[in-house]
């Protein structure tokens, strides 16, 4: 069990963010909360890790887990995350990606998007349904 959060990020055109990781389906930025780590500092954390974005959470979009968020990874480690999804704004792109799983960052819109690691409700996604603030 992995508490974790995710980014969703859409740009102008409200297409989402999405991340291309090396042998592993399509996600959205995510990671896992570190230990002392509040979830808002996690995001911002793992987003720039992973895309060279600094952002701002800005909305919860929801809370998910259960069976469908477990997930095995390529090296057979099994895990189960509890994912504090959450609406991020960008402030700026360093341009620098440190994670070097990252194999390559897409726009996509809702009805050209690629099946994702963990299955998120489009409708959460893409649009702000949760009208809790981040603190």
Same mark, same amino acid.
């Given at each position: 069990?992995?508490?974790?959060?995710?980014?969703?990020? $859409?740009? +102008?055109?409200?297409?989402? #963010? !999405?991340?291309?990781?090396? %042998? *592993?389906?399509?996600?959205?930025?995510?990671?896992?909360?570190?230990?002392?780590?509040?979830?808002?500092?996690?995001?911002?954390?793992?987003?720039?890790?992973?895309?060279? $974005?600094? +952002?701002?959470?800005?909305? #919860? !979009?929801?809370?998910?887990? %259960? *069976?469908?968020?477990?997930?095995?990874?390529?090296?057979?480690?099994?895990?189960?995350?509890?994912?504090?999804?959450?609406?991020?704004?960008?402030?700026?792109?360093?341009?620098?990606?440190?994670?070097?799983?990252?194999?390559?960052?897409?726009?996509?819109?809702?009805?050209?998007?690629?099946?994702?690691?963990?299955?998120?409700?489009?409708?959460?996604?893409?649009?702000?349904?949760?009208?809790?603030?981040?603190?």
């Amino acid at each position: 069990m992995i508490p974790s959060v995710a980014a969703v990020i $859409l740009d +102008v055109n409200d297409r989402i #963010l !999405l991340q291309d990781k090396s %042998g *592993e389906p399509w996600s959205l930025p995510a990671g896992m909360i570190e230990p002392g780590e509040s979830p808002s500092k996690a995001v911002i954390r793992e987003t720039e890790e992973e895309t060279g $974005l600094i +952002v701002t959470p800005i909305r #919860l !979009l929801g809370v998910f887990g %259960g *069976e469908h968020f477990r997930y095995v990874y390529p090296n057979g480690d099994q895990v189960e995350y509890t994912v504090i999804l959450m609406r991020c704004s960008i402030v700026h792109d360093t341009g620098v990606i440190a994670e070097s799983e990252t194999k390559s960052l897409d726009y996509f819109d809702k009805d050209s998007m690629p099946e994702l690691a963990l299955p998120y409700p489009k409708e959460v996604l893409f649009n702000e349904l949760a009208p809790t603030q981040i603190q």
